[in-house]
């Protein structure tokens, strides 16, 4: 007992005291500041330059639902893109996450577009079935962090389940290959009503690197109320458990 004990004392608390303010690696890539003076010739190298079509040829904006963070964009133009540490860019808005030329508005939830059920039912205890759908497993293995010492979610109530039967609401991770997409309707349609849906990573929000190929499936996506689009290439624990706050209500 005093062995263990003494284990606990030595390790000292290991779960992040505040998950809003946390600071990350300068490494890290999250919400882009884009300059105001981006000139048109600049805007269309950009954008001729960007492997996912993220950047906009007409206004320089970036679609953090199509980027996948590669930097390219800043490495060409270092004095007007510049990639911050700001984590907190989960929304239930899939236009907030268009990061427009000259804003320094950060991302946020929107509080007009919440289904009014889901704090009601979920704000203590949030039970979510993952369901990688042609994911490359980068995606899946932040989320599975996210309930690690460090970050944990759990403290939330919120934890992730193994069937859907037991679940509030799916996480779709990967592009929704077409191999997945009867096995994601039908774990839809094992989760008991109200339900959620969450998109994690860029995959899964407009497809990626993988959006013009054949071999995917994009239709349920299309067709369903998304909740919640948590954007990374992949997804960072703390983007994620921010996003889920903002929709719980968790301050
Ligand atoms: S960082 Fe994003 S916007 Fe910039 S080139 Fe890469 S994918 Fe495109």
């Known amino acids: 007992m005093l062995k263990e004990i003494r284990a606990l004392v030595h390790h000292g608390r290991q779960a992040i005291k505040s998950l809003r303010t946390q600071p990350v690696s300068p490494l890290f890539r999250g919400k882009p500041v884009i300059s105001g003076d981006l000139t048109r010739e600049e805007i269309a190298d950009l954008s001729m330059l960007c492997p996912v079509k993220a950047i906009d040829e007409k206004t320089g904006s970036i679609d953090l639902g199509r980027c996948v963070f590669c930097r390219e964009c800043e490495f060409m133009k270092p004095d007007k893109i510049r990639f911050t540490s700001d984590y907190r860019i989960a929304t239930n808005n899939r236009q907030a996450l268009v990061i427009k030329p000259g804003s320094s508005e950060p991302v946020r939830f929107d509080e007009s ?75 839809w349609e094992a989760v008991p009503e109200p339900k959620i849906i969450i998109l994690a990573g860029t995959d899964a929000i407009s497809g990626g690197i993988f959006a013009e190929s054949p071999a995917i499936d994009r239709s349920f996506i299309e067709n369903h109320h998304i909740d919640l689009y948590v954007p990374g290439n992949p997804c960072h624990p703390l983007t994620f458990i921010n996003g889920l706050m903002d929709m719980l209500g968790i301050d």
């Open 113 to 187: 577009l919440l289904r009014k059920e889901i704090r009601e039912m979920f704000h203590g205890s949030l039970k979510l079935r993952q369901v990688s759908a042609g994911g490359d497993n980068s995606c899946e293995m932040e989320l599975a962090a996210s309930g690690n010492v460090n970050f944990d979610l759990g403290r939330f109530g919120i934890e992730f389940v193994a069937s859907p039967r037991h679940a509030d609401g799916i996480v779709i991770t990967g592009p929704v290959s077409e191999n997945m997409a009867e096995a994601l309707r039908l774990t």
